[in-house]
């Protein structure tokens, strides 16, 4: 049994810089007092409670949040302050940030059948931005289970969902929810400039909508912006080419985002084009999941894929994947010797469930991939909201009967075996990396990479990318 350390000396850093903040705040004169103060405030609880209550998330969570944030007012704070205290809280957000992330590795219990995540201050630099990231969600309030009456409305829902699923045979048989989609024959193309590239913009009537009698059928069809299909596409002038299709993660769906991310695929050898290029010379699809970027329904990209409405969950992903099948056709229709799936995190989990239901993959590459929403659930909704949606009926066994027809673990990988890879972060906090191991046995334990990072440090990882580029060219995607 893994039992949480205590005293831990990775607590001072944090508990340090807040001192700090505050001793500052407080000699400080004007307006620039009460951020400083707010800072340090943070901070020193984070510190304090690192020491009493090791383990609980949301302390390490709002340290590396408040060190980062303290890092970003430190500079501004110097024309008031001077110099010399500025670069102190500079120096001392950082430190407490980082302490924060180290304290994270410490506490986290070790996951069989993973390698332990390295304890160098780099992997707790990593580290910590993937908590303040969660931070910041926490402040946010985007994870939060709403008190105002939906909690009810979505535990009915689930109730009338599990006969309805049950009846129609999708518990038993997860692949049989996904009907197949008409091909995607004309949709609207404009061409934009993107970070330097030039981009076809897709864009088409979806034409999804949820099964007949289905729980969460109308409120899904009154999301007018998911209607509409979109997709980025980089494409090479000249004879056809093997494409990528290249799926975004949480949060992401902005082609300003997805773009230079994904653009390291498209360029050729000799032309990088953008930094860390793989020289393979793909034509790049990027199709937008529902509810991100121009999909969106709420001002955060993402808002509603993840959380307690489980029936827009489903139907999320659902269309997610009808869209990408009706895409596949498209690209087909465009003469492509080869495609191969690639996807991110969210996209990760989208990209496995998109091998399992689309025939004619050459390659399938899920990186970081989310593989239960069940257990993001679990890990990252606040532990109070949580115990008292369950005690009002909000059942996780049933959710995650539920939402087993969008678990890759319940389906079939259609991609041959080496021609599957994965990538996994040891120390990732978002993602934690059972998700990753378990849907590498699902696959077969195919190849893959452990990186001593985070979830976020994958894109300046070299295993990665060697292993990304080497499966996509020893699949036949990409020739010598």
Not at 114 to 130: E, H, I, L
Not at 307 to 332: C, K, P
Request: charged share 15%; proline share 8%; aromatic share 8%.
């Amino acid at each position: 049994m893994f039992d949480q350390p205590r005293f831990s000396v990775w607590a001072v850093p944090t508990l340090v810089a807040g001192i700090v903040w505050v001793s500052v705040a407080v000699s400080a004169a004007g307006p620039v007092s009460l951020p400083l103060g707010i800072v340090g405030a943070v901070l020193g609880a984070s510190g304090v409670m690192q020491l009493l209550a090791p383990g609980d998330h949301r302390v390490t969570q709002l340290g590396a949040f408040a060190g980062l944030l303290g890092a970003l007012v430190a500079l501004p704070s110097m024309i008031a302050v001077g110099f010399a205290s500025g670069l102190g809280l500079l120096v001392a957000a950082l430190a407490g940030g980082w302490g924060a992330g180290r304290m994270a590795i410490q506490v986290e219990p070790h996951i069989a059948g993973v390698p332990r995540p390295g304890t160098s201050p780099s992997t707790a630099a990593k580290v910590a931005v993937d908590e303040a990231i969660l931070g910041f969600e926490a402040l946010s309030g985007t994870g939060s289970i709403p008190s105002d009456g939906t909690l009810d409305r979505v535990i009915d829902e689930l109730d009338q969902a599990h006969v309805f699923f049950a009846r129609e045979g999708f518990l038993e048989k997860p692949e049989t929810y996904h009907v197949p989609p008409p091909d995607l024959l004309d949709p609207d193309v404009q061409i934009q400039q993107v970070a330097g590239h030039r981009v076809e913009v897709l864009r088409f009537e979806s034409d999804y909508a949820p099964a007949e009698g289905e729980p969460g059928r109308e409120r899904w069809l009154d999301y007018a912006p998911c209607r509409e299909g979109w997709a980025y596409v980089l494409r090479h002038e000249g004879p056809p080419r093997p494409w990528l299709i290249a799926t975004n993660g949480y949060r992401m769906g902005h082609a300003r985002i997805d773009v230079p991310l994904f653009a390291r695929f498209f360029a050729d050898h000799g032309r990088p084009g953008s930094q860390g290029a793989s020289g393979l010379g793909l034509n790049v699809l990027i199709p937008v999941l529902p509810l991100h970027g121009p999909r969106r329904i709420h001002w955060h990209s993402g808002q509603g894929f993840l959380g307690v409405d489980v029936l827009d969950t489903i139907h999320a992903e659902t269309q997610g994947l009808w869209d990408m099948r009706r895409l596949l056709s498209w690209v087909r229709s465009q003469g492509a010797p080869a495609i191969g799936a690639f996807g991110l995190s969210l996209g990760g989990l989208t990209t496995a469930n998109f091998a399992s239901l689309a025939t004619g993959l050459s390659a399938a590459v899920p990186g970081i991939p989310l593989m239960s929403i069940e257990r993001v659930l679990r890990r990252h909704a606040p532990a109070a909201q949580l115990a008292w949606a369950t005690s009002q009926g909000f059942d996780l066994d049933r959710v995650a009967d539920l939402l087993r027809v969008i678990t890759p673990t319940s389906l079939t990988p259609q991609v041959p075996k080496a021609n599957r890879f994965l990538f996994g972060a040891t120390g990732d906090r978002l993602v934690t990396p059972d998700h990753v191991r378990d849907l590498w046995r699902h696959w077969d334990e195919p190849g893959i990479v452990w990186y001593d990072g985070s979830h976020i440090s994958f894109a300046g990882e070299t295993a990665v990318w060697e292993g990304v580029d080497r499966t996509l060219r020893e699949s036949g995607l990409v020739g010598d």
